[in-house]
């Protein structure tokens, strides 16, 4: 596609489920970031990925947080056991050395009840 | 490490007036710059980045941002607001385009007619 697409755009789950959320980017974007927006606290680093590695996985808030990425495209975030701190809005952006710059997607809401 | 600080998580001017936004950063090796903006309901795009080169770099809609290292800033200008630049700014540094990205806290900006 032409853009980043996130899936699904809105999600609520109820406490203690797992969730997963995907992230497609943009074809041929090396670099792909994830992010959470939570109310008041900016953009909370979470993980990027280069290629199918994760050099820089610090941002993940627990064990429960983890992220994959696969052929070099899609990456799945999966929360296990999701806590109400969790609700947030989760981003993905990818990157492309031709431009220097994050491309975002619309984002994933989860409210976790 | 890299970290940023944007002063003042609301401002508001007035339409016509000048708009600043403040963004100071922390990295250990020359940094990337970037601000990014969110309109409502919608998703984060690149307004402005700084890599290397001129230290005055001109974006979209009439923003511009000046990179100054003895400062450690990099804030946002516009000489004359408009009712649309009404948005979320975001400030952001990185060692380099292919590293970790880290995002201020961001700055509302209302325009006031």
């Known amino acids: 596609g032409a853009g980043v697409s996130q899936s699904p755009s809105n999600k609520v789950t109820e406490k203690g489920k797992d969730v997963e959320l995907r992230c497609d980017p943009i074809s041929g974007h090396t670099a792909l970031y994830w992010y959470r927006q939570s109310l008041g606290q900016g953009l909370e680093f979470l993980i990027y990925?280069?290629?199918?590695?994760?050099?820089?996985k610090s941002g993940l808030p627990s064990d429960r947080f983890s992220a994959e990425r696969t052929g070099g495209s899609v990456s799945t975030l999966t929360i296990q056991r999701t806590q109400q701190e969790d609700s947030a809005v989760y981003l993905c952006?990818?990157?492309?050395?031709?431009?220097?710059?994050?491309?975002f997607g619309e984002g994933s809401r989860l409210t976790v009840l | 490490a890299q970290s940023v600080t944007q002063l003042g998580s609301h401002v508001s001017v007035s339409e016509g007036a000048l708009v600043l936004l403040r963004c100071n950063y922390s990295?250990?090796?020359?940094?990337?710059l970037f601000w990014y903006v969110q309109y409502p309901n919608q998703g984060l795009q690149l307004l402005l980045k700084?890599?290397?080169?001129?230290?005055l770099v001109k974006g979209i809609n009439g923003f511009e941002a000046e990179f100054k290292k003895s400062e450690t800033s990099f804030h946002l200008t516009k000489p004359s607001a408009h009712m649309s630049d009404a948005a979320e700014y975001f400030c952001?540094?990185?060692?380099?385009?292919?590293?970790?990205?880290?995002f201020g806290t961001g700055t509302k900006l209302q325009v006031i007619p």
């Open positions: 952006a990818s990157w492309t050395k031709n431009t220097g710059e994050l491309f």
């Open positions: 700084y890599t290397t080169g001129a230290t």
């Open positions: 990925f280069q290629g199918n590695s994760a050099p820089d």
């Open positions: 952001a540094v990185s060692p380099s385009g292919y590293q970790k990205v880290t």
């Open positions: 990295s250990s090796v020359p940094p990337y």
